[in-house]
């Protein structure tokens, strides 16, 4: 099992991607998928320094939920912020956050977090992983947005993959 | 054939996508610095895309009657890839703005 499938997750990830692409469900392209999901996983082995763990599937359906919903509020506000540039200037700023994450594999989702949220972009990163500094598009509090941040984004991370 | 309300639903997500690109562009033009631009153009990667996914799903969906959902995969991929290029343009943006003195935080740790 271990050695043919050396990551379960990424086969199933795969799989589904593969049918989504093709868009059918056919016993042909299920076929290929399977052979797709198994070979895949065996030529990336050697790339993938450390296998990722992931636990709490539920807490990662609300994480995901939670940045679909900030992803929306903060286009939002960056569309407006941006319709009302002359009269009211968007405050941007650098926040520096001190992180407690560490894990490789979180610190690229909370990239993929930052970046997709509109009103945020990951600008440092500490070389020994213990601040964060990003740029917000329109500061109002900054203890309240580093709460919000270690809150809605790193706990959820640390418990998934630590 | 296209139920009528089908096509309805998919010219006004288009048409509101539309409205979220111009605005991302007047952003990019109208804001001051660099790094409040590049908060504009993250608006059509993310608000727009998936605007345009979802007039997709609706219009092919209604179409051929199954549902149709292989675009979703585009906005997957978008938020994989993205992070690399963000990451990329702020960094050299701010390691540009440090050399030539501006007024910057200092780098995090040991100047990396």
């Given at each position: 099992?271990?050695?043919?499938?050396?990551?379960?997750?990424?086969?199933?990830?795969?799989?589904?991607?593969?049918?989504?692409?093709?868009?059918?469900?056919?016993?042909?392209?299920?076929?290929?998928?399977?052979?797709?999901?198994?070979?895949?996983?065996?030529?990336?082995?050697?790339?993938?320094?450390?296998?990722?763990?992931?636990?709490?599937?539920?807490?990662?359906?609300?994480?995901?939920?939670?940045?679909?919903r900030d992803v929306l509020r903060s286009a939002f506000d960056v569309a407006c912020g941006v319709a009302r540039t002359?009269?009211r200037?968007p405050r941007g700023?650098?926040?520096?956050?001190?992180?407690?994450?560490?894990?490789?594999?979180?610190?690229?989702?909370?990239?993929?977090?930052?970046?997709?949220v509109p009103g945020t972009?990951?600008?440092?990163?500490?070389?020994?992983?213990?601040?964060?500094?990003?740029?917000v598009f329109d500061l109002d509090d900054?203890?309240?947005f580093?709460?919000h941040?270690?809150?809605?984004?790193?706990?959820?991370?640390?418990?998934?993959?630590? | 054939?296209?139920?009528?309300?089908?096509?309805?639903?998919?010219?006004?997500?288009?048409?509101?996508?539309?409205?979220v690109?111009?605005l991302a562009?007047?952003g990019?033009?109208?804001l001051?610095?660099?790094?409040s631009?590049?908060h504009a153009?993250a608006l059509?990667?993310t608000l727009?895309?998936?605007?345009?996914?979802?007039?997709?799903?609706?219009?092919?969906?209604?179409?051929?009657?199954?549902?149709?959902?292989?675009?979703?995969?585009?906005?997957?991929?978008?938020?994989?890839?993205?992070?690399?290029?963000?990451?990329?343009?702020?960094?050299?943006?701010?390691?540009?703005?440090?050399?030539?003195?501006?007024?910057?935080?200092?780098?995090?740790?040991?100047?990396?």
């Amino acid at each position: 099992m271990k050695r043919w499938l050396p990551s379960p997750w990424l086969s199933l990830g795969i799989f589904f991607g593969w049918l989504l692409l093709n868009n059918s469900l056919s016993p042909g392209q299920m076929l290929l998928g399977l052979a797709v999901a198994i070979v895949i996983p065996l030529l990336m082995a050697p790339l993938r320094p450390t296998p990722g763990p992931l636990r709490h599937w539920r807490k990662l359906t609300i994480l995901i939920l939670r940045v679909g919903r900030d992803v929306l509020r903060s286009a939002f506000d960056v569309a407006c912020g941006v319709a009302r540039t002359g009269t009211r200037p968007p405050r941007g700023a650098f926040v520096v956050v001190p992180l407690e994450l560490r894990d490789t594999h979180a610190l690229a989702a909370l990239a993929m977090i930052t970046t997709v949220v509109p009103g945020t972009v990951w600008s440092e990163l500490a070389p020994d992983r213990s601040a964060l500094m990003l740029h917000v598009f329109d500061l109002d509090d900054e203890a309240a947005f580093i709460a919000h941040f270690k809150n809605d984004y790193e706990r959820p991370l640390k418990e998934i993959f630590e | 054939m296209m139920p009528p309300l089908g096509e309805l639903v998919v010219a006004a997500l288009l048409l509101g996508s539309g409205i979220v690109v111009l605005l991302a562009a007047t952003g990019l033009w109208r804001l001051r610095d660099f790094f409040s631009r590049m908060h504009a153009p993250a608006l059509a990667s993310t608000l727009a895309a998936w605007i345009v996914t979802l007039a997709s799903i609706v219009h092919f969906s209604t179409r051929s009657g199954g549902l149709s959902l292989h675009v979703w995969l585009i906005i997957i991929v978008l938020s994989i890839t993205a992070p690399i290029t963000t990451i990329v343009l702020a960094r050299a943006a701010l390691f540009r703005r440090r050399q030539a003195g501006d007024e910057l935080p200092a780098p995090l740790g040991d100047g990396c």
